[in-house]
């Protein structure tokens, strides 16, 4: 599906000034539905919204398969930057990516709930990468194969023992969407889970 943004104006009373809120329309027609948001300008008294051209999808279950769960992707990284790039760069991937900033937090995570894969930045205050790898697996040893570290520093003495000794998968900083994409199904394919469904609308 191809998105086209444009900005329409709708323009309202000056005596009735609106806030700045999105507001959500539908277009329906048999069988199908477009929907899109439209956002109140502060200030103004006028709602823009991006248009949206392409087929419209389908609504009713009979002609809308039911899509396999995503896989869901832990990223774990202090830097909340970071860790925001990454999870954006998966969204487009098709994945479903959980961020946590704090390393021990993740720790625990892994406890409550499954992931399909852990990506994990190396150089952390609280602890490296090589102590959250060993405490993970301790507790968990299918973590072995599913925690991809992220270090832009894969010269250094320690990092590179350590991802030799593992054989850990690792992505270096900066990100490259295709490095991102040909690891994270490496690692899912060689436990068999299958890849994420791209989001990019050009794609549908």
């Known amino acids: 599906m191809k998105l086209v943004h444009y900005q329409i104006p709708i ?18 027609g048999p069988g199908r539905e477009l ?24 609504t009713s ?33 098709g994945y ?28 952390m205050p609280e602890m490296d990468g090589r102590e959250f790898y060993q405490t993970a697996v301790a507790r968990n040893p299918t973590l072995a194969k599913r925690i991809i570290f992220l270090t832009g520093d894969t010269k250094a003495e320690d990092v590179a023992d350590f991802l030799s ?14 490095a991102v994409r040909r690891t994270v199904t490496q690692a899912l394919a060689a436990r068999g889970v299958g890849v994420g469904r791209p989001s990019n609308p050009a794609n549908s």
């Open 165 to 178: 000794s593992s054989g850990a998968l690792y992505l270096g900083k900066p990100f490259e969407l295709t």
């Open 11 to 28: 323009r309202f009373p000056a005596a009735e000034p609106m806030d700045s809120f999105p507001v959500g329309i539908t277009r329906r």
């Open 61 to 93: 279950p009979a002609a809308r398969p039911e899509r396999p769960a995503k896989p869901r992707i832990l990223v774990v990284d202090d830097e909340e930057m970071v860790a925001f790039m990454l999870a954006e760069l998966l969204k487009l991937l």
């Open 96 to 123: 479903e990516p959980i961020v946590c900033n704090d390393p021990l937090r993740a720790l625990a995570m892994l406890e409550e709930n499954d992931y399909d894969l852990v990506l994990s930045d190396f150089r």
């Open 35 to 58: 929907s899109a948001v439209l956002f109140c300008v502060p200030g103004s008294n006028r709602l823009y919204y991006p248009f949206m051209t392409g087929p419209m999808i389908p």
